[in-house]
């Protein structure tokens, strides 16, 4: 079965400056990888999905982008943060027609 | 397009009480349905899952059944504990990469 890691798994910035949350996955090749959204007390908000390296399809435009470097790692960034990107950050991974989720990454913008 | 609705929460009960968490959606063709819970402060996990009409799928005493006709996937649970306070999301997936979440509900069980 896969297994998703994430880090870091909290984090504390301040407004302008910039942001990496990497994702990996175990137990599977060529996975389609997502980056989730969720803001607190509300649902989630798909952000990106890859089905593949190097490709990456963006769902809102926005203060973030994401990369994959590699078959089995997801990276969001952003080069300068905003205070409306403050929240709980999942990377999610598809297999069959369900997804999985990590377990996900809070960042306060400050 | 797809979307996905629930109730609103909170939902608040006593331990012992019976449990309905309404869903429904709207989709093209032919949807896998899906419920999720998130404990606070984790990610979300699949409780359970029905890929066609009139599979109940069921895990841990939830259950839900696919009811193409009333396009609904009801969570119920027939007698809740209070490790069941979490938030659940019901989510749906035609062909293609995207799942779409609902809302979320918010249940508190109360000792």
């Known amino acids: 079965s896969q297994t998703i890691h994430q880090w870091p798994a909290t984090l504390v910035q301040p407004v302008g400056s910039p942001l990496s949350l990497e994702c990996t996955v175990e137990g599977t090749s060529n996975p389609n990888l997502y980056w989730y959204r969720q803001a607190a007390g509300r649902g989630l908000q798909l952000l990106f999905y890859?089905?593949?390296?190097?490709?990456i399809s963006s769902e809102v435009p926005q203060n973030l982008s994401a990369s994959r470097p590699q078959d089995r790692q997801f990276i969001l960034s952003s080069k300068k943060l905003l205070l409306s990107d403050s929240g709980f950050y999942l990377c999610?991974?598809?297999?069959?027609?369900?997804?999985?989720f990590g377990e996900g990454s809070w960042l306060t913008v400050v | 397009g797809n979307s996905v609705t629930q109730m609103e929460g909170p939902v608040t009960l006593s331990e012992e009480a019976f449990l309905t968490i309404n869903c429904t959606y709207t989709a093209t063709g032919y949807p896998s349905l899906f419920w999720y819970v998130q404990y606070p402060g984790e990610g979300l996990q699949l409780l359970l899952k029905a890929t066609k009409a009139d599979d109940k799928g069921s895990n841990k005493g939830f259950e839900a059944t696919y009811r193409k006709e009333t396009t609904s996937f009801h969570l119920e649970k027939g007698s809740v504990q209070v490790s069941d306070s979490a938030v659940y999301f019901c989510?749906?997936?035609?062909?293609?990469?995207?799942?779409?979440f609902g809302a979320g509900t918010r249940l508190f069980v109360k000792a």
């Open positions: 890859s089905v593949g390296i190097g490709q």
């Open positions: 989510a749906l997936r035609t062909g293609g990469f995207k799942t779409i």
């Open positions: 999610a991974t598809g297999e069959g027609n369900t997804i999985y």
